[in-house]
C-alpha cells in the first residue's frame, strides 16, 4: 500500500468515527432543566426578652462559637541596671587560711572606698589589675578602660578610688585594653592584643608601641627590654626606649601550639600554653622556661590525662614568687607552685583561701612577699557580679 492509499483509509476512518458520534449525540435525549428553587423570605424576628429562647440556627451551617473577650496582658518590664543591683546583696565572703606543703596561705579581702567593683558576670567585673611600687593599684575594667586605687597607710589593705583619674574615674585609650603588666621602675603596659600598646608613667601615656607583630606585651623587671605574644603568632622581642619600641622576631625553640601567658623570672622567659603530646593529637597546658637566647631550660605541669594538682586546666598567668613559680589556674580556680628549678611544691585551692564559690580569677600580681588576687563572684540576684581585691601572704 503507497502512502496515498494510507492517507486515503485514514479519512474514510476518520469520516465514519465522527458520524457515529453525531449520530449517538442526536439519539441522547435532552436533559430536563431542574426547577429553580426560591427559599422563602424568613419573617423578623423581634429581639428576644431576656427570658425567651435563641432564634434555632440553620441545620445546614455549623453554629459559630462565641467569641471571647481578649484580655491584655501587660509585658513585664524588665529590670534596670540600677535595680538589679539595688535589689541584690553585696557580698562579704569568710576567708580561710590553707596548706601548701609544710606552709599556711592566708588572705585579706582588701576592703574598697569609694567605689562599688560591679559587673553583669564574674568575667565582666575586671580584665586585669597591676601594683606599682608607688602605692597605687591600676585595674582594667570590662570594657578595657583603666582605673586607679591608692593603698591607705596601715597594715589593714585598704583601697581609696581615685576618681580624678582620667575622665570621671576612668582613663580610655585608643584601644581597649586587655593585659596591664609593671616593671620595677613602676612604668605600665597595657596591651590590646591586636593593635598597639601603650606605655605608661603614673598613670599617663608616654607613647603608643606599635611594634610589629603585636600582641600582649610583658616587660622584663628593667624595662629595657621585653617580650611580645599573641596565641600562635610568633614571639617577639620587644625594645624599650624613653621615645618608643622596636621589635625583632625572637629564635625561641618553642614547641607551644597556643600561648597563653608569659612571664620573666631573672634571666629567664616563662611562657605558657598547649604543647602536643608526642605522637599523638593530644595536648598538655605547661609552663616552659627559656634562657634569653631562646633555648628551652625546663617545663612544669602534669601530662596525666586526669586533672591532678600539678595539672593546668589553663595558664592564666605566671610570676616568680617567694616559694618559686606561681601559676594562676582559673578555669581549675587554684594557684599551682613549682620551684624555679621545676620541682612541684603543691596548689591552693583559691576558692577555699578567699570564702567564694566558682568565681573567676582574671590576674594575679607578686609584690615582694605578697601576692595580689583579682576576683569577681555572682550575687544572688542574676546578672550581678561582686569584684574583690585580695592579699594573699605565703605563696
Not at 135 to 151: C, H, P, W
Not at 312 to 319: L, Q, T
Not at 363 to 388: H, L
Amino acid at each position: 500500500m503507497n502512502r496515498w492509499m494510507k492517507l486515503v483509509v485514514c479519512v474514510l476512518v476518520v469520516t465514519v468515527a465522527m458520524t457515529a458520534c453525531k449520530k449517538k449525540k442526536e439519539a441522547e435525549p435532552e436533559p430536563t432543566p431542574s426547577p429553580v428553587v426560591v427559599p422563602p423570605t424568613p419573617p423578623v424576628t423581634p429581639p428576644a426578652d431576656a427570658g425567651a429562647a435563641p432564634a434555632p440556627v440553620d441545620a445546614g451551617e455549623p453554629a459559630e462559637a462565641a467569641a471571647e473577650p481578649e484580655v491584655a496582658v501587660e509585658a513585664e518590664a524588665e529590670a534596670t541596671w540600677e535595680e538589679l543591683v539595688a535589689s541584690s546583696k553585696p557580698l562579704t565572703p569568710t576567708v580561710a587560711p590553707q596548706k601548701l606543703g609544710d606552709k599556711e596561705i592566708t588572705a585579706e579581702n582588701c576592703a574598697i572606698e569609694g567605689l562599688e567593683l560591679l559587673g553583669k558576670s564574674t568575667m565582666d567585673v575586671m580584665n586585669a589589675i597591676a601594683v606599682t611600687g608607688d602605692g597605687k593599684l591600676y585595674l582594667v575594667d570590662s570594657d578595657g578602660a583603666l582605673m586607679r586605687f591608692t593603698f591607705k597607710e596601715g597594715d589593714a589593705c585598704v583601697l581609696v578610688y581615685d576618681a580624678t583619674y582620667g575622665e570621671n574615674g576612668k582613663l580610655k585609650l585608643e584601644r581597649e585594653i586587655e593585659t596591664l603588666n609593671v616593671d620595677a621602675n613602676n612604668k605600665l603596659y597595657a596591651s590590646n592584643g591586636i593593635f598597639e600598646s601603650y606605655r605608661l608613667t603614673d598613670g599617663a601615656v608616654d607613647y603608643k608601641c606599635e611594634a610589629d607583630p603585636s600582641g600582649y606585651i610583658v616587660p622584663a623587671p628593667d624595662g629595657t627590654m621585653g617580650i611580645n605574644y599573641w596565641s600562635h603568632a610568633d614571639v617577639a622581642k620587644i625594645t624599650f626606649t624613653d621615645t618608643g619600641c622596636t621589635a625583632e622576631k625572637w629564635a625561641v625553640e618553642s614547641p607551644i601550639d597556643m600561648l597563653q601567658s608569659a612571664a620573666f623570672m631573672g634571666d629567664l622567659v616563662l611562657l605558657g600554653g598547649s604543647v602536643k603530646a608526642e605522637g599523638t593529637d593530644s595536648s598538655n597546658n605547661l609552663v616552659l622556661a627559656f634562657n634569653k637566647e631562646g633555648k628551652e631550660q625546663f617545663r612544669i605541669g602534669s601530662t596525666a590525662d586526669s586533672i591532678e594538682d600539678g595539672t593546668f586546666c589553663w595558664v592564666h598567668g605566671i610570676s616568680a614568687c617567694p616559694n618559686g613559680i606561681c601559676v594562676l589556674d582559673s578555669n581549675c580556680r587554684k594557684m599551682v607552685v613549682w620551684t624555679d628549678k621545676g620541682e612541684f611544691v603543691g596548689k591552693v585551692d583559691l576558692s577555699a583561701l578567699f570564702g567564694l564559690d566558682y568565681p573567676w580569677y582574671p590576674d594575679f600580681q607578686v609584690v615582694g612577699d605578697v601576692t595580689y588576687v583579682g576576683a569577681g563572684q555572682a550575687r544572688e540576684v542574676s546578672d550581678v557580679s561582686q569584684g574583690f581585691i585580695y592579699r594573699v601572704h605565703g605563696l
